[in-house]
């Protein structure tokens, strides 16, 4: 069988792209469905689910995910082999309407098996956590932030441009069926394996009109998901280590700070800073934020007789955490337990020792309290002061998920950054 094509049948390569793609497709479409209910039903309290039942869902995405980053990339090299190749003849071209309404077809799916891999791919990117791609690379992509408006309006834009690669696939399928049941041509057949071939029509559609036709369905289609409400999507501000971002927090850390503290010699304002924290969920880092937490800080350069400077009181809204795709499940009653739980405290005494500065305290989450050492540099120019460190904990201390590592980690590392002033 001839590997190019010709103007009366279709070579090896141009049929191998099509089966290949039409394999990975109908792989993908029941994997994606199955997992987003398989999703659902977990985030949903009124349903029993397990540990399994998750690790389920993030095995079924995963596949999901990497098949879709196969089929874009099969589809490109589809495309650029089809730019160089003889495009065989419609045996229908005589008849214009069903002939243009084919090519519309092609145009669709040519587009969509584009267009919908990649919409799924850059939500994947803008956010954290949760199902990674297999492919030793694509869990970001450049130019693309970590961002939950963006991950929502892909997200959107994926769930639309489906509808339209589903609607475009059942009408190619049919319309091969109806060449080979009703109408007996070779339609169908010059696509299989062997040497079919078949002299087109004399007459042929032009290319313009089924290209505009097709964007006006995708158009059309795009325009119903917005007036369904698809894009509208309130999105929580994101800290950040940049000044205008962190104010928020430093602005409620100054504003909530007791008032003999305020007052106080040698008491310190934050003025800026971020508290973040890192978990590992089915073996991809996820990095997420507290967005609302206050900093009492009494802080003296001078020592005193056993290295003690000072102390610090820090409050956390746990409810204010942001962690990507997660967070909901985050702050749920399994983990966080914002709802019962709304705070977190760290109290601690302020040390100095060889290798620099310690916090060394009490956490308490969950109203589970264990002894931490958080060990963090400190610079001090005039009344301005910046600081930063963190620690790593065991989730299990504090009754946050299960004892097993299952499908997050144990390990959790909080970090902070600040400036304040005195």
Do not use: C
Not at 284 to 298: H, K, L, N, R, Y
Not at 342 to 357: K, L, Q, W
């Amino acid at each position: 069988m001839p590997l190019a094509n010709a103007h009366d049948r279709y070579g090896a390569v141009t049929k191998t792209f099509h089966w290949l793609t039409a394999l990975l497709i109908l792989s993908a479409i029941p994997l994606g469905l199955f997992a987003n209910d398989l999703a659902h039903a977990v985030r949903n309290p009124d349903i029993a689910t397990t540990d399994a039942d998750v690790s389920r869902a993030a095995f079924l995405f995963s596949l999901h995910k990497t098949i879709g980053v196969t089929v874009f990339f099969v589809a490109l090299l589809r495309i650029l082999w089809a730019m160089g190749q003889t495009k065989p003849g419609l045996l229908n071209g005589d008849k214009p309407l069903e002939a243009r309404a084919a090519e519309t077809v092609h145009w669709l799916l040519y587009g969509s098996l584009v267009a919908v891999p990649l919409t799924g791919w850059i939500h994947h990117a803008a956010t954290t956590g949760f199902a990674p791609i297999w492919w030793p690379f694509g869990q970001s992509l450049p130019l693309v932030p970590k961002d939950d408006g963006l991950a929502h309006t892909f997200a959107s834009l994926h769930h639309i441009l489906n509808w339209v690669l589903w609607g475009s696939l059942a009408a190619h399928v049919a319309g091969a069926l109806k060449h080979h049941v009703i109408d007996r041509d070779a339609t169908l057949r010059r696509m299989l394996p062997g040497r079919t071939t078949a002299e087109p029509t004399a007459r042929q559609p032009g290319h313009v009109l089924p290209a505009v036709a097709a964007l006006v369905i995708w158009a059309a289609a795009l325009g119903t998901g917005s007036a369904l409400g698809y894009f509208s999507h309130e999105t929580e501000p994101a800290q950040s280590a940049g000044a205008d971002t962190a104010e928020p927090a430093a602005e409620t850390a100054s504003a909530e700070a007791p008032a003999q503290t305020q007052g106080a010699e040698n008491a310190w304002t934050v003025t800026a800073g971020t508290l973040g924290l890192t978990v590992v969920q089915m073996g991809s880092e996820v990095t997420g934020q507290f967005e609302d937490w206050t900093a009492d800080i009494v802080y003296d350069e001078t020592a005193d007789s056993d290295g003690s400077h000072g102390t610090v009181d820090v409050t956390v809204t746990i409810a204010s955490l942001t962690l990507g795709s997660v967070t909901s499940d985050a702050k749920g009653a399994d983990y966080l337990a914002a709802e019962d739980h709304p705070t977190a405290t760290f109290s601690a005494d302020i040390v100095s020792r060889d290798a620099g500065h310690v916090a060394t305290g009490t956490l308490t989450i969950k109203d589970n309290s264990v002894p931490v050492e958080m060990p963090f540099e400190l610079t001090i120019d005039g009344d301005t002061a910046t600081a930063s460190g963190g620690l790593t904990v065991d989730r299990r201390d504090f009754g946050i998920g299960g004892q097993s590592e299952g499908n997050v980690g144990a390990s959790v590392d909080i970090r902070f950054d600040l400036t304040a002033e005195r």
